[in-house]
């Protein structure tokens, strides 16, 4: 299944301001009506999935943009660790007794505790793991005690892959009661096309799309674009 998809690097280090800059002016319209303030002392900053078996290039399931949204990520979680604030990663996995749908609609999944599923040096530090099987980073999973107990209100999403487990667990997140910033070029998929689409629907009904540079300026950061929506 995944030899059908035509993967391509639409972000890499020399076009990701540009091309997340298009995609944001394209949601814009949708992004206007939901100007949530961004307070980061609120907020806990997610990262989803940054493991070895979606950025390595020797792995099928290699996300080719994936290596340019690194340095953006690493940033924000510098941010939130500079100032004391939650941020926490996720590990996904799926055991060779899962019943679930994971093994059976990808068939070759991420074994526990396989090499692939180690998460990247690069972030590995910053926060606790949550170990999860599904899509959905709350299913089954101690996130949401983790967030009420440090009195989260907000949830700034990041990782791998836009249109699944990123966009999965920010529906998760608006059902729960959560207010989502969902970053532009803090998130990666396969292909342009299902970034795309998530980002279009996520700011149709769901959460509110940011650049990176947006929620490094509520911190103080200098930033390149605009500020982070009010």
């Given at each position: 299944?995944i030899?059908s998809?035509?993967?391509s690097?639409?972000?890499?280090s020399?076009?990701i301001?540009?091309?997340?800059g298009?995609?944001l002016r394209?949601?814009?319209?949708?992004?206007?009506r939901?100007?949530?303030?961004?307070?980061p002392?609120?907020?806990?900053?997610?990262?989803l999935?940054l493991?070895?078996?979606?950025?390595?290039e020797?792995?099928h399931?290699?996300v080719?943009?994936?290596?340019?949204?690194?340095p953006?990520?690493?940033?924000?979680?510098?941010?939130?660790?500079?100032?004391?604030?939650?941020?926490v990663?996720?590990?996904h996995s799926n055991?060779?007794g899962?019943n679930g749908?994971?093994?059976r609609?990808?068939?070759d999944?991420?074994r526990?505790?396989?090499?692939s599923?180690e998460i990247?040096?690069?972030?590995r530090l910053f926060?606790?793991i949550?170990?999860?099987?599904e899509y959905?980073?709350?299913y089954?999973t101690?996130l949401e005690?983790i967030?009420?107990?440090?009195?989260?209100a907000?949830?700034?999403?990041?990782?791998?892959?836009?249109?699944?487990?990123c966009?999965?667990?920010?529906?998760?997140a608006?059902?729960r009661?959560f207010?989502?910033f969902?970053?532009?070029d803090g998130?990666?998929?396969y292909?342009?096309?299902?970034?795309r689409a998530?980002?279009?629907?996520?700011?149709?009904?769901?959460a509110?799309?940011v650049l990176?540079n947006?929620?490094?300026?509520?911190?103080?950061?200098?930033?390149?674009e605009e500020?982070?929506?009010?």
């Amino acid at each position: 299944m995944i030899a059908s998809v035509r993967k391509s690097a639409y972000f890499d280090s020399d076009s990701i301001e540009r091309v997340s800059g298009e995609m944001l002016r394209e949601i814009e319209p949708l992004r206007s009506r939901h100007r949530l303030p961004f307070v980061p002392e609120r907020s806990v900053l997610l990262i989803l999935d940054l493991q070895r078996y979606f950025l390595e290039e020797t792995s099928h399931a290699y996300v080719p943009s994936a290596k340019a949204i690194v340095p953006r990520i690493v940033r924000v979680a510098e941010a939130y660790r500079s100032r004391g604030l939650p941020i926490v990663l996720t590990r996904h996995s799926n055991s060779e007794g899962d019943n679930g749908m994971m093994p059976r609609w990808w068939r070759d999944v991420i074994r526990p505790g396989s090499p692939s599923s180690e998460i990247i040096p690069e972030v590995r530090l910053f926060g606790p793991i949550v170990e999860k099987g599904e899509y959905d980073a709350f299913y089954g999973t101690p996130l949401e005690r983790i967030l009420r107990e440090r009195g989260v209100a907000q949830i700034v999403v990041c990782g791998v892959m836009t249109h699944l487990c990123c966009e999965t667990t920010a529906r998760s997140a608006f059902v729960r009661g959560f207010e989502v910033f969902f970053t532009i070029d803090g998130t990666a998929s396969y292909t342009e096309a299902f970034h795309r689409a998530a980002l279009l629907n996520l700011a149709h009904g769901f959460a509110v799309p940011v650049l990176v540079n947006e929620i490094l300026s509520a911190f103080g950061h200098p930033a390149s674009e605009e500020a982070v929506p009010r």
